[in-house]
Every structure is written in C-alpha cells, then in structure tokens.
Antibody, heavy 118, light 112 residues
Framework: EVQLVESGGGLVQPGGSLRLSCAAS????????MSWVRQAPGKGLEWVSA????????YYTDSVGGRFTISRDNSKNTLYLQMNSLRVDDTAVYYC???????????WGQGTMVTVSS | DIVMTQTPLSSPVTLGQPASISCKSS???????????LSWLQQRPGQPPRLLIY???NRFSGVPDRFSGSGAGTDFTLQISRVEAEDVGVYYC?????????FGGGTKVDIK
C-alpha cells in the first residue's frame, strides 16, 4: 500500500525547534519530488516547502524561509522538515505530500500537529 | 505570488443536484511548457486532502466521473453533476505553475 506517515509533531514554546519526519512506503520514494503543506486550525491549506527528487533543489514559502529546512534521505525513504525559531502562527497540522512529476499532490499523509505556545 | 480566489465560500446543495465552484487566479497559470497546473482537491471532515482533478480537467485515479473540471488561463471551474452525501467537505483549487504554490481559500459543500 502506498503510504506516507508523518511524525515529530508536538507542543513547543515560541522560539523552539522541532523536526518532522515523513516515512514513505509502498512506492519508490527516490523517484518523487515531495512537499510539506500545513493547515492552521479551522483554516485553509498553505504550501510550506518542496524538495526535488535528488534533494539538490529546495523551495520555501516566504514566511518560513531562513527558519525551516526541508531535506530527504532516499536510503531511508524519509522526508524531513527541520523547523527552527518557531512562532505561534506556525501552529498547524503539517502534511507531507507526493508529487508524481506533474506538479500535483497525489498522495497525502494523515498529518502531524505542531502547536507553538507558551 | 499568484493569488487564488474561490467562490462561493459555502455551497449548500440538495442531494442529486449539481454544484459548481469557481476559482480565479491573479495571473495566467499557463506554464512556459504549455501546460496549465491547476488542480482541485477535496478535504472531507477530519481527513487529509485528496486529489480530484489535475491540469484543469484530468480526473485522478478512482475519482467518480460526476466530478469534472474546466477552464483556461485564469478562470477555472469544478463541477459536481449530482451531489452525493460523500461529497460533503471543503474543496480547494491549487496552482503549481510557479513557486510559491498557492491554494484557494476553500469552498465548503454541504447538504441542504
């Protein structure tokens, strides 16, 4: 079964750090670009970051640039999001999503909740 | 950034009746390669988003044929020919023509 499973969310104080992971299974992870998309409580979807198949190209939305780092380990079939200098407005469910090369998100994980609060 | 504007915000629909959602982009979504990267996603309550339509009008695998997409340039539409109970949720358009990728604000479809 094709699956993405996020982990690493939790409660963190403003200014703190978290690292999210997204474990892929059921497909050749190294053949797909990947993204992180977040959804604040009761709000819409916001794209956060994307990474190319090899990991040599990365992209970020302006609000997280310089604070978040996307990476991948194709040998471990895992996508990461290192989040530093977290702010209250980073509170959201974070989803990882697969891009099959036609600039769409065809497979989504169930999400992991990140709460930034003092 | 490309701004995606969806209307209506909410669409109460009678079972078996059609529904239509509009999505307008602040600039053309035609990529330099000629493709238009406009997709539609459905998010049922408590669930992650699910891909319905990609590149304007291509139904994703397993999506019922009552869902269809149309449009060009900056104006796009998602249509549900006959709404069923399982269609309740929030629908989003998304552009992936250029970074940052952006979503519409969402349209809530529920049953009257």
């Amino acid at each position: 079964e094709v699956q993405l499973v996020e982990s690493g969310g939790g409660l963190v104080q403003p200014g703190g750090s978290l690292r999210l992971s997204c474990a892929a299974s059921g497909f050749t992870f190294s053949a797909y670009a990947m993204s992180w998309v977040r959804q604040a409580p009761g709000k819409g979807l916001e794209w956060v970051s994307a990474i190319s198949i090899s990991g040599d190209a990365t992209y970020y939305t302006d609000s997280v640039g310089g604070r978040f780092t996307i990476s991948r380990d194709n040998s471990k079939n895992t996508l990461y999001l290192q989040m530093n200098s977290l702010r209250v407005d980073d509170t959201a469910v974070y989803y990882c999503a697969r891009d099959p090369g036609i600039s769409v998100f065809d497979i989504w994980g169930q999400g992991t909740m990140v709460t930034v609060s003092s | 950034d490309i701004v995606m504007t969806q209307t209506p915000l909410s669409s109460p629909v009678t079972l078996g009746q059609p529904a239509s959602i509009s999505c307008k982009s602040s600039q053309s979504l035609v990529h330099s390669n000629g493709n238009t990267y406009l997709s539609w996603l459905q998010q049922r309550p408590g669930q992650p988003p699910r891909l319905l339509i990609y590149q304007i009008s291509n139904r994703f695998s397993g999506v019922p044929d009552r869902f269809s997409g149309s449009g060009a340039g900056t104006d796009f539409t998602l249509q549900i020919s006959r709404v069923e109970a399982e269609d309740v949720g929030v629908y989003y358009c998304m552009q992936s023509t250029q970074f940052p990728l952006t979503f519409g604000g969402g349209t809530k479809v529920d049953i009257k």
